[in-house]
Each structure stands twice: as structure tokens, then as C-alpha cells.
T-cell receptor, first 116, second 116 residues
Framework: NAGVMQNPRHLVRRRGQEARLRCSPM?????VYWYRQLPEEGLKFMVY????????ESGMPKERFSAEFPKEGPSILRIQQVVRGDSAAYFC??????????????FGPGTRLTVT | AQSVTQLDSHVSVSEGTPVLLRCNYS??????LFWYVQHPNKGLQLLLK??????LVKGINGFEAEFKKSETSFHLTKPSAHMSDAAEYFC??????????????FGKGTKLSVKP
């Protein structure tokens, strides 16, 4: 059973370009979470999605950031018009069923975004 | 609201000596608590979890943690450190949506160094 997959692992963008980060959850998992880790900091929650639904986007910046988890295919985190402050590691996690307390989240290896 | 505080940003031990990484939590509900480990430039791996069963939780690689409600603590311990334990450790609480699991709230992390 493959784990959570993220691609690309490393992404370099110039200021003003768009960044698209992809996450494929573990097989059988229908809940996806995105987190951002800035240098020397812990992970900060961004958004929680189920298939075709955004459940909680309270951690998403109001502008330039969006996320989706379509019925088919991976979850996408999209950052438009990137700025240097967007440089960070972006982690995706998945869980099988968010209705039970005991289910931990399984993390992907992360995408390291560098904005030049 | 849930939160976690990791009391030490950096802990240094000698190989073969005990490890203690401290964590205090705050939660309006009965919390789900986790410890994750992150090796340099890697993703996160779950060490152990507490979900209101036994208060002493055993995890992988010889780590364990004890949930103490009276002290609102969930400290991570290991009897004997190994060089491969050098990494960053995150204490995490699960946000609850009125009984359903939600996103994870991370502490700022504790970097563990192990001296030969």
C-alpha cells in the first residue's frame, strides 16, 4: 500500500508565477489536509478537504491560495503570483475517516517550494 | 480551543542516556495527542498517539509518552538515546469538530541532538 505521494518534491518558481502542488492520498483515504512549514517553525494547518468539498480553510491565506480535491485525481494546492514569502515546505496528509478520534494523519514527503 | 506548548526548543543528550522531551497541552475536549518525528529534509513519521485509552503509550523505536490530565502534559521519553534519534520532534493535538477529528495543531518542535 503506497503512502501519501506528493509531487513535485522540489519546485522553483520566479516571483509572479503560479505553483501547483499535487497530493495523492493513501488508498482508501478520503480526507486530505495541507500544512505549511516555514523555516525554523512547526507545521501550520492550511486547509482540510474531502472529495469535492472544502471542510475547513481557516488556515488558508485569503488571496492567491486555493485548494481542491476532485472526485477523480489528486488534491491540488495552487498558489498564484508567488512571492518570496511563499517559500516553504508544503506537506499533505490523509486520513481514512475523520469521524473517529483515533485516526492519525499520514504525511507525504512534502514539496519544497523556492521562490526566486 | 486546542494548543500545545513544547517547553524546550533544543535538547542535547549523550548516546545511551535517557531522553525527555516536554509537552503541555490545552484542550476544551478530551484530546487526541500525538508525537511526530521529522528527520532533516524528510516528511513526518508518527511515533505514537494517545486517544483516551491507556495513559502510558508505547510507540516505535523505544519511545513512549504518558498522558497526565492533572498536569496537562504529554512528555516523550526514551530510556537510552541512539545516534539515529537525532531529529526534530513535534507534539501535536488534534482539533475536534464537536466530536469529529479535524486538523492537527503542531507545537513549535524540539530539536534533539545526540552526542557520541
Amino acid at each position: 500500500n503506497a503512502g501519501v505521494m506528493q509531487n513535485p518534491r522540489h519546485l522553483v518558481r520566479r516571483r509572479g508565477q503560479e505553483a501547483r502542488l499535487r497530493c495523492s492520498p493513501m488508498k482508501g483515504h478520503s480526507h486530505v489536509y495541507w500544512y505549511r512549514q516555514l523555516p525554523e517553525e512547526g507545521l501550520k494547518f492550511m486547509v482540510y478537504l474531502q472529495k469535492e468539498n472544502i471542510i475547513d480553510e481557516s488556515g488558508m491565506p485569503k488571496e492567491r491560495f486555493s485548494a481542491e480535491f476532485p472526485k477523480e485525481g489528486p488534491s491540488i494546492l495552487r498558489i498564484q503570483q508567488v512571492v518570496r514569502g511563499d517559500s516553504a515546505a508544503y506537506f499533505c496528509a490523509s486520513s481514512p475517516n475523520a469521524d473517529k478520534f483515533s485516526y492519525e494523519q499520514y504525511f507525504g514527503p512534502g514539496t519544497r517550494l523556492t521562490v526566486t | 480551543a486546542q494548543s500545545v506548548t513544547q517547553l524546550d526548543s533544543h535538547v542535547s543528550v549523550s548516546e545511551g542516556t535517557p531522553v525527555l522531551l516536554r509537552c503541555n497541552y490545552s484542550s476544551s475536549y478530551s484530546p487526541s495527542l500525538f508525537w511526530y518525528v521529522q528527520h532533516p529534509n524528510k516528511g513526518l513519521q508518527l511515533l505514537l498517539k494517545y486517544t483516551s485509552a491507556a495513559t502510558l503509550v508505547k510507540g516505535i523505536n523505544g519511545f513512549e509518552a504518558e498522558f497526565k490530565k492533572s498536569e496537562t502534559s504529554f512528555h516523550l521519553t526514551k530510556p537510552s538515546a541512539h545516534m539515529s534519534d537525532a531529529a526534530e520532534y513535534f507534539c501535536v493535538v488534534s482539533r475536534n469538530y464537536g466530536g469529529s477529528q479535524g486538523n492537527l495543531i503542531f507545537g513549535k518542535g524540539t530539536k534533539l541532538s545526540v552526542k557520541p
